[in-house]
């Protein structure tokens, strides 16, 4: 389908008429209301008729049959109101688990057969993996999933509440 000079001045009277893109592409045939929309666009027509439906105000319905229910006076978001509320349970102590040297394993040397729980930065030189014996169909061993792997219960307790974030002044470094 090609813009004719004929179907470009329909478009542009039809447009002045208030039809939408829809009505427009519909009475011209062949074309979709996003190619009247861009061929609007293109042609620079911006001015349009109003239909008197969409100048006027609409009256609203009355709402007689509604009940309006009272509720209790909260302002702001109170989802975890009920958090500091509660005395937070005290966190278990996880015991150091030392790894023995002859157990460690670089990269390179992980296998299935080995746990691969990071320990350390590994941008540094004392990084390893903890190379102890996984649990079966798991990466880890029994100490590393026990840490990966926590019950939804644990997991679901409220976090206790952490100090405001305060930005360091000037050289934008996180100490």
């Known amino acids: ?14 447009w002045q008429d208030g039809l939408s893109a829809s009505q427009i592409a519909g009475e011209l045939g062949g074309i979709t209301r996003n190619a009247v929309i861009g061929k609007v666009h293109r042609l620079g027509l911006s001015g349009r008729a109003k239909s008197p439906s969409s100048s006027a105000p609409r ?9 309006r ?34 157990q460690r394993r670089t990269l390179l040397e992980l296998t299935d057969a080995t746990c691969r729980w990071p320990i350390g930065d590994p941008a540094s030189q004392d990084f390893f993996f903890c190379g102890g014996a996984p649990l079966n169909g798991l990466p880890y061993c029994s100490y590393h999933s026990r840490v990966a792997y926590q019950p939804a219960s644990d997991r679901r307790r409220p976090a206790q ?8 002044s000037g050289s934008g470094s996180g100490s």
């Open 1 to 14: 389908m090609s813009w004719t000079d004929e179907r470009v001045e329909l478009l542009k009277k039809l």
């Open 59 to 67: 009256a609203r319905k009355p709402r007689s049959h509604m009940m």
């Open 161 to 168: 509440p952490r100090p405001p974030f305060r930005s360091g």
């Open 69 to 102: 229910v009272s509720r209790p006076m909260s302002r702001g978001n109170n989802a975890l109101a009920l958090a500091y509320e509660m005395e937070p349970e005290p966190e278990p102590e996880l015991i150091e688990n030392i790894i023995p040297i002859g």
